[in-house]
């Protein structure tokens, strides 16, 4: 599995975007970039995956190279309740027995400032 | 919409003892994932199952051991009991199957103390 790497910890202000980039250098041809949110005490809640250029749903984006060595996640206007650690993740996904397991690497842990 | 379903919520024992931990799967999921996460550490994986069959097998200790029964439910046995595996341990569940974003639906957590 590709490691990736992301800031230990970020802080933003209310209502501002917050972008947290990762990098995973060793990303295979079939695997796919996802990204994980979790609260203190709770399980960790996907946010969005994308395999290149960007992808945008309800909640986030998530912008792609072309050589895909990297990932941004964007979080528009974030408030405080999206203070949070952050998980950024690579791997394939499986159609034929199962979906790989996650590989969580050290997160970012974002504080969202009033 | 239903979620994934974890029990008990706080379970606490003492060391050498046993424990069991119980998930149940979101419906119609066919997949299902147990995580380890331990104080201030990134969760973990231990080990998944597919349509009730071991799929892959993660740092899971040996005195730990895991099954998926018929209707789809699964549980962690956890014996001979070490300080070092309090802990909360997720149960996750997918759909596979072709499509869609390979998503894991996590559950609330089960929180273990040893003592």
């Known amino acids: 599995l590709a490691k990736t790497t992301q800031p230990i910890s970020m802080d933003s202000y209310e209502g501002q975007e917050v972008n947290i980039t990762c990098s995973h250098n060793n990303i295979a041809t079939n695997d796919y970039i996802t990204w994980y949110q979790q609260f203190p005490s709770q399980g960790p809640r996907f946010i969005i995956q994308?395999?290149?250029t960007k992808v945008t749903n309800e909640v986030a984006s998530l912008f792609i190279p072309a050589d895909r060595k990297s990932s941004t996640l964007s979080l528009p206007r974030v408030s405080l309740s999206d203070t949070a650690v952050y998980y950024c993740?690579?791997?394939?996904?499986?159609?034929?027995?199962?979906?790989?397991?996650?590989?969580f690497g050290t997160g970012t842990r974002l504080t969202i400032i009033p | 919409a239903a979620g994934v379903i974890q029990s008990p919520r706080h379970l606490i024992k003492e060391k050498r003892e046993t424990a069991t931990l119980k998930c149940y799967p979101i419906p119609r999921h066919d997949t299902v994932y147990w995580y380890q996460q331990g104080p201030g550490q990134d969760p973990q994986f231990l080990i998944s199952f597919y349509e009730k069959m071991q799929s892959d097998k993660g740092s899971i200790p040996d005195r730990f051991s895991a099954q998926q029964f018929s209707d789809y439910h699964s549980e962690l046995n956890m014996s001979s009991l070490e300080l070092g595996d309090s802990a909360l341990y997720f149960c996750?569940?997918?759909?596979?199957?072709?499509?869609?974003?390979?998503?894991?639906?996590f559950g609330p957590g089960t929180r273990l103390t040893v003592l």
């Open positions: 994308g395999y290149k």
């Open positions: 993740l690579v791997g394939a996904i499986l159609y034929d027995f199962g979906n790989e397991k996650l590989t």
């Open positions: 996750a569940s997918s759909l596979s199957g072709g499509g869609g974003d390979n998503e894991q639906f």
